[in-house]
């Protein structure tokens, strides 16, 4: 009943600006009952908003208007929802291009549709790297249709993890005593977090010599990213003596994580990917004790990557009354393919191809260049994402503040955002381990 409700729905543009003329048809992607897909409609939203009320998209003398059709891919449910939903979007609401997406086991089935119907894809959601890599690469002329905008490909996302993990364990040694920082990872049973829980678990263990962390592993656990309660699994990271736990999560089970994290006092600090705790509504949907919790993130109060970032941000809040997901790049995904279009000077779908390959775009996230796997590039010039903690009630950014991303070559390069702030150690951590 539900994919047949969800299909239904799919047929009808949900936003429609422009009643008359001509319009450019885009289908926002995602799953509509969970922050991250209402996101992804809230950016893009936004986006047609403003293209439309500065005049549309010239295109070879005649002028577009975007049209927006959301499409409930209901991404966190196994089962067809996802596919047919695209399906319907393309065959019956004739989107002309997509944006969005998220979980990956759903992404590769729904890429696979829209280069069947040969549908332009810019990815704003999903970080596996297979989603390109191996795709566009090896076989271009069946998937060079695909693009991704946000976030960084997991590989990326694991560095910057990586060097934000790093520093935690420095600040302990530091500040604590703690030589050989010992460190658990929660990771949710998601296929893209797999490779980020390989990658880590070799780095924490190696030494810091040979450009490692120089700490301890004692243990993963892989929740469902749907779990209700994570009682079980932090007790056991509590026995195992850890004093970081590092998270993955893009899911629901984030809150549950915060929630009873805090609740329970357990004596480890959490740092990692928390795509929940990105959200605005994160302490309130943590019942007040996701206080102190960090992730990887693209927002924070007060943090202008870019001279885009903060008016995206105020404008952002004004409309919706909360800060943005990362999912909410649907908004620089949206501008980046009107952006193509006008240099295309065509709506062909080759030629909007070769315009997106030739991306050089100042976003709300940063500086996007395309590689020839149609990823962005990560790295100080380009994109780099922020580590934000929870502080004071309010998300603020911590890294990169003093990053050094080449001190070998350039020791005198370092990086930071006005705004951010140091990383601060949970109470009940500094409490537990002091002297120990």
Same mark, same amino acid.
Request: proline share 6%; glycine share 10%; charged share 20%.
């Given at each position: ?21 001509? *319009? ?14 209402? %996101? %992804? ?7 047609? @908003? ?18 927006? !059709? ?16 695209? +399906?319907?979007?393309?065959? !019956? ?19 696979? !549709? ?13 970080? +596996?790297?297979?989603?390109? #890599? ?98 079980? +699994?932090?007790?056991?990271? @509590?026995?195992?003596?850890? %004093? ?31 795509? +929940? ?36 941000? #105020? ?105 951010? *702030? ?9 409490? %537990?381990?002091?002297?120990?």
């Amino acid at each position: 009943m539900r994919s047949l409700i969800c299909s239904f729905l799919l047929a009808v543009s949900v936003f429609a600006v422009g009643v008359s003329g001509q *319009v450019i048809r885009i289908g926002v992607v995602g799953p509509m009952a969970y922050i991250q897909g209402k %996101h %992804h409609w809230q950016g893009a939203v936004l986006a047609a @908003e403003e293209i439309n009320a500065a005049g549309g998209i010239t295109v070879g003398g005649r002028t577009y208007r975007i049209e927006l !059709v959301q499409v409930d891919s209901n991404e966190m449910q196994p089962g067809p929802d996802a596919v047919t939903a695209v +399906e319907r979007a393309i065959t !019956v609401s004739k989107v002309d291009f997509l944006v969005g997406g998220f979980r990956t086991e759903a992404m590769l089935a729904m890429t696979e !549709v829209a280069c069947d119907y040969k549908k332009i894809f810019l990815i704003a959601g999903a970080a +596996e790297n297979k989603l390109l #890599e191996g795709r566009v690469d090896k076989n271009y002329n069946r998937y060079k249709y695909l693009f991704r905008v946000t976030p960084a490909r997991s590989t990326y996302l694991a560095q910057a993890a990586f060097i934000q993990l790093r520093e935690v364990m420095d600040l302990f040694r530091r500040e604590l005593g703690i030589a050989e920082p010992r460190v658990a990872i929660l990771a949710e049973q998601a296929e893209w977090a797999t490779p980020i829980v390989t990658f880590l678990t070799l780095q924490v263990n190696a030494p810091l010599a040979v450009g490692g962390l120089g700490g301890r592993h004692v243990g993963t656990w892989r929740p469902s990213a749907l779990a209700t309660s994570l009682t079980a +699994e932090l007790t056991a990271i @509590e026995r195992a003596g850890a %004093h970081i736990v590092f998270t993955v999560f893009s899911g629901p089970v984030g809150v549950v994580f915060g929630r009873d994290w805090g609740r329970l006092q357990i004596p480890v600090a959490a740092l990692g990917i928390n795509v +929940e705790a990105q959200a605005q509504g994160w302490l309130e949907a943590t019942g007040g004790y996701g206080a102190y919790a960090a992730t990887v993130g693209i927002y924070a109060d007060g943090v202008a990557v870019t001279p885009q970032t903060l008016p995206f941000i #105020e404008a952002y809040r004004a409309r919706f009354g909360e800060l943005p997901l990362y999912t909410a790049g649907t908004y620089d995904a949206i501008y980046i393919l009107a952006d193509a279009i006008r240099r295309a000077g065509s709506l062909g779908t080759d030629a909007v191809i070769a315009a997106l390959e030739a991306t050089d775009y100042v976003g709300t996230i940063g500086r996007i260049v395309l590689d020839k796997t149609h990823d962005p590039l990560w790295g100080p010039e380009h994109l780099t994402g922020l580590g934000v903690q929870w502080q004071d009630g309010a998300p603020r950014a911590f890294w990169p503040r003093e990053w050094r991303p080449d001190p070998g070559n350039r020791p005198d390069f370092v990086v930071g955002f006005p705004g951010t *702030v140091p990383y601060q150690i949970p109470p009940w951590v500094v409490v %537990h381990w002091q002297g120990k």
